[in-house]
């Protein structure tokens, strides 16, 4: 039968595969547009396995938080490039699988993935993601999930568009604009700082020990304090040790939007007297797009070589 240029301009914008590609879909099932989408399904299957091997480095992060604040999930999602992750099929699909990763029971990302896919019920999480691929043209992977529930309150921030991601996690009584635009400005420190630990009451003992160990030895080995008695070579690795506590520590860190020389934990305490209610930041989670991935430098002439030869 022959195939309309509607019909073929219909099914590329309900699957974003090319133009020639839908018009072979629907000859090859005598136009019909549902066994048509699964033709290209099933074929774009076995192109998305052929592009599992190409690094997926950038994408983007997204966050997705219930409306009374108590549950809310923070994901990566990952593309091959930037031009990609700016599309706008490939951003609603990262939302997606914000929800998903929302409702989620999975403890890792293996479970994730082997979850039906609450949107459609059209597979497994795993499955979606293939179809993607195969309809973006590009290697993508679903990197990292986390989910934070809480009788407390969660507030989210995006930065750039989704290159760094944050949750944060307050014990509280109140969800006033003023308590939610305080965690808001934490999670912008969190963006900004990257802290590592919420307070140094969270640091372990042995980290705490083994910098202790480092700045005793630098302070040893500088000659400025060959003569300075122990009791003053601790007292100055004590207060080295809480100078690099304040760069890593969330609550210990000066607040970046202070005026005056107030810390986050001075500020967040302001905020709570001011509203006159309870507000305690118990945990972050910090996610930016692509940190410790290893990017593949591209010989581009080599690359055009190979395909010539």
């Avoid at 992750?85 to 999975?106: C, D, G, H, L």
């Avoid at 006033?176 to 802290?195: F, G, I, R, T």
């Avoid at 989670?285 to 990017?295: A, M, P, Q």
Wanted: some cysteine.
């Amino acid at each position: 039968m022959a195939i309309s240029a509607s019909q073929v301009k219909e099914l590329r914008e309900m699957t974003g595969a090319g133009m020639m590609d839908c018009k072979k879909a629907l000859t090859n099932t005598d136009g019909d547009m549902d066994q048509a989408v699964e033709w290209l399904r099933e074929n774009g299957l076995a192109k998305a396995e052929k592009k599992s091997g190409r690094i997926a480095a950038e994408g983007m992060v997204a966050v997705d938080v219930s409306e009374d604040g108590k549950v809310a999930s923070i994901v990566e999602v990952n593309s091959e490039t930037d031009f990609v992750a700016k599309n706008e099929k490939f951003q609603a699909y990262v939302a997606e699988v914000a929800a998903q990763a929302k409702t989620t029971a999975a403890a890792d990302i293996d479970a994730f993935l082997a979850e039906t896919w609450t949107s459609d019920n059209s597979g497994t999480v795993e499955e979606k993601l293939k179809s993607m691929i195969a309809v973006i043209g590009e290697n993508m992977s679903i990197r990292r999930f986390q989910k934070v529930e809480t009788e407390g309150l969660v507030v989210s921030y995006i930065h750039a568009g989704g290159k760094i991601g944050v949750l944060v996690e307050a014990d509280t009584d109140s969800d006033s604009d003023a308590v939610k635009e305080c965690l808001k400005n934490v999670a912008m420190q969190v963006a900004a700082l990257s802290p590592k630990y919420v307070s140094s009451d969270d640091v372990d003992e042995d980290y705490k020990e083994h910098e202790k160990q480092v700045l005793l030895a630098q302070a040893k080995n500088d000659p400025k304090n060959a003569n300075k008695p122990e009791n003053i070579i601790e007292k100055m690795i004590i207060g080295r040790l809480n100078k690099e506590l304040k760069e890593v520590c969330l609550l210990e860190q000066p607040y970046v939007k202070a005026e005056n020389k107030e810390n986050v934990k001075q500020y967040v305490e302001a905020v709570a007297k001011a509203e006159g209610c309870k507000l305690t930041v118990t945990n972050f989670v910090r996610f930016e797009t692509g940190e410790g991935i290893e990017k593949k430098e591209e010989d581009f002439a080599a690359e055009v070589a190979a395909q010539m030869k």
